[in-house]
């Protein structure tokens, strides 16, 4: 198959999984999209939204129609690593045997991730970067594909460890999930409060996804959205020639190179879904909030005057 073709096929199934999500998520499109993305371009997201907005349901949702193995871990204080990763144990025969942890599955729920503390969430960086776990000095191999979807509740802070920028870094896209407009949230009661279940059929199998991320990475980027992509990165950076005075004002620390990456994956998968054979500058400025707003750090001025990272990275463009 040609990757004109291939492309042609990515389009209508993307449109197909939308449509199929659609059955149970009411709303929160931009989320959804951006879960998709963030899969097509193998990388991880980090859901950021109170109680009650259907953060573990999309999970899931996206999980079946994309035809994946999912696994919940609810993070909780007592949480060891070995409860994520799996562990040795000593069976009948003396010998030691490998128990695989809920790491080993495609798509990984890591349900209010900051509720666990760092040596735990550490656990989840090798998974993460490398799709590999090392579990008593060996070596194991993660399933392909393979997806960490983390979730936050942003107004319950207390007792929770804030997830630190190495690991934060690590997530392609943080999504925030807003409340519903009325006539969705008419709709979903509507849908939630009857006896009848949506059946959500796999769409995708599992080499599909491998195939179509590869598609992806061989888009080819002009230089000038290449150059666009890095500049707006460096832009982040309160030391840099490019900081605005926005930027210098009110960021303590910017974006690294990971951010310049993810923006061309992320546009590359933006424009891929859209049928273009090429990303612009508009397909960057669609991922850009959500890839960069987890990378900067607001400084206290920031916060003392109400400036969103919205704001600031809308700013920049």
């Known amino acids: ?24 998520i009411i709303g ?28 573990t349901l999309i999970v899931h949702t996206i999980a079946e129609s994309l035809g994946l193995d999912f696994k919940r871990i609810q993070f909780t204080p007592d949480l060891m690593p070995s409860d994520i990763l799996g562990s040795e144990i000593l069976d009948e025969t003396t010998h ?16 209010e991730i900051n509720r666990t503390p760092p040596k735990t969430q550490a656990a989840l960086l090798e998974a993460m970067q490398e799709r590999t776990v090392t579990v008593a000095g060996h070596h194991y191999e993660l399933s392909k594909p393979f997806f960490v979807l983390a979730t936050q509740n942003p107004i319950e802070q207390e007792g929770t460890y804030p997830l630190p920028e190495a690991q934060l870094d690590r997530f392609m896209f943080s999504i925030n999930l807003e409340y519903p407009s009325f006539n969705e949230e008419v ?51 309160p030391n840099s020639e490019n900081a605005p005075e926005i930027v210098s004002n009110y960021i303590d620390w910017g974006a690294g190179p990971r951010a310049s990456q993810n923006l061309i994956l992320g546009a590359k998968a933006n424009a891929a879904v859209h049928g273009k054979y090429s990303p612009d500058i508009e397909d960057v ?33």
């Open 1 to 24: 198959m040609s990757d004109v073709t291939a492309l042609k096929e990515l389009v209508k199934k993307y449109k197909a999984l939308k449509q199929e999500i659609s059955k149970v």
């Open 28 to 55: 929160q499109n931009e989320a959804v999209e951006h879960i998709l993305l963030s899969i097509l371009s193998g990388g991880h997201s980090l859901l950021i939204g109170v109680p009650g907005l259907a953060k």
């Open 96 to 111: 030691f045997k490998f128990i695989k942890g809920p790491i080993f599955s495609n798509i990984i729920l890591a349900d």
């Open 187 to 237: 709709a979903v009661v509507k849908s939630t409060t009857n006896d009848e279940k949506p059946v959500i059929n796999a769409l995708l199998s599992s080499e599909e996804i491998n195939n179509f991320q590869h598609l992806i990475r061989r888009i080819p980027v002009a230089d000038n959205v290449i150059e666009y992509a890095v500049k707006l990165v460096s832009k982040t950076r």
């Open 285 to 317: 400025q669609a991922v850009a909030y959500s890839i960069l707003k987890h990378r900067i750090v607001k400084n206290y001025k920031a916060e003392a005057e109400g400036i969103s990272e919205k704001q600031i990275i809308e700013s920049l463009f």
